[in-house]
């Protein structure tokens, strides 16, 4: 079983730019969350999608971050603009139930803002 | 404010010897508890779960201890190998159906 990917794997912008992250999840799991983890840190829970519906999303900074999953399958992420604490690596994760439960990790995107 | 926190920030174990890993939680209501592994440039990997309902889970070499008096977890690695290093979190998960993360801690196994 093919697990979840992400894209792209590093990526390093200037301040004020437009960055987009991709993420594919496992085939099936109705459940998608978006995680930003600083460095030293835990992830923390950026948005929470059950199919294409927004579940949880009280922790996006939504004057420069959004997000969608248009079909239910795949999403994006994005920032703009971009903020130098906005570096950090973005995980993806799905999961096959709404309520709780195992998550599966993407290898996540590296993002540095300069 | 609530928080979900680990004890050690770091931990170093001779191979062979057990580890212990703690964390604490806040939030009384939490009802589901998971602990995660995350290797270097790698995603956290699921180890093992536990429902509020339950005090004790078994695994392959791992042991996830669930006191909800004093709202603590751990986890407890037998026999420590080299490819068990790694960061170690913890995370509850709220009424909310959100997921909280611990800071982590980075597990050392000394050959």
């Known amino acids: 079983e093919a697990g979840v990917a992400q894209s792209p794997r590093y990526k390093i912008i200037e301040k004020r730019q437009s960055v987009a992250f991709w993420c594919n999840p496992i085939?099936?799991?109705?459940?998608l969350y978006w995680y930003q983890q600083i460095l030293g840190q835990g992830p923390k829970l950026l948005i929470q999608?059950?199919?294409?519906?927004?579940?949880?999303d009280s922790q996006l900074p939504k004057d420069r971050f959004s997000a969608e999953r248009l079909k239910g399958v795949d999403s994006t992420l994005k920032i703009q603009p971009a903020k130098l604490e906005d570096s950090a690596v973005y995980l993806c994760?799905?999961?096959?139930?709404?309520?709780?439960?195992?998550?599966?990790f993407g290898p996540g995107t590296r993002l540095t803002v300069l | 404010g609530e928080s979900v926190g680990l004890h050690l920030p770091t931990l170093s174990v001779q191979e062979g010897d057990n580890s212990i890993i703690n964390c604490a939680y806040s939030?009384?209501?939490?009802?589901?508890f998971i602990w995660y592994k995350q290797e270097s440039g790698k995603g956290p990997q699921f180890i093992i779960d536990?429902?509020?309902?339950?005090d004790k889970r078994q695994g392959q070499r791992v042991t996830v201890l669930l006191n909800k008096t004093v709202k603590h977890l751990s986890l407890q690695i037998a026999a420590t190998q080299p490819g068990d290093s790694a960061v170690y979190f913890c995370?509850?998960?709220?009424?909310?159906?959100?997921?909280?993360f611990g800071t982590g801690t980075s597990l050392t196994v000394i050959p």
């Open positions: 085939s099936g799991h109705a459940t």
């Open positions: 994760a799905s999961s096959p139930r709404r309520e709780g439960g195992e998550q599966f």
């Open positions: 939030n009384s209501a939490s009802d589901y």
């Open positions: 536990i429902r509020s309902n339950m």
């Open positions: 999608f059950q199919n294409n519906g927004v579940v949880d």
């Open positions: 995370a509850e998960k709220r009424p909310s159906n959100q997921f909280y």
